[in-house]
């Protein structure tokens, strides 16, 4: 993904508005999950894809989004 879009520096944030209206990759770390660590979705510039990882943004302590040009 480097090679083709170069280096991105993600966004941070906290919720689903700190995104809003921005459209990208997601990735949520350092969950307090017993099976995970974390996880990668696609983000719409409202909510994630995955319509339960909208909840994630309560159970982790990172969220970065990495728009799309």
Known sequence: ?????????PLKGSTANSFKGKKGVIVFND??????????????GIQCE?????DYFN?????LLYTLK
């Open 50 to 54: 995955y319509e339960k990882a909208n």
């Open 59 to 63: 159970n982790c302590n990172s969220e």
């Open 1 to 9: 993904m480097t090679k083709v879009h170069g280096r991105d520096t």
């Open 31 to 44: 969950c307090n999950w017993s099976d995970a660590t974390g996880h990668v979705d696609l983000f719409n």
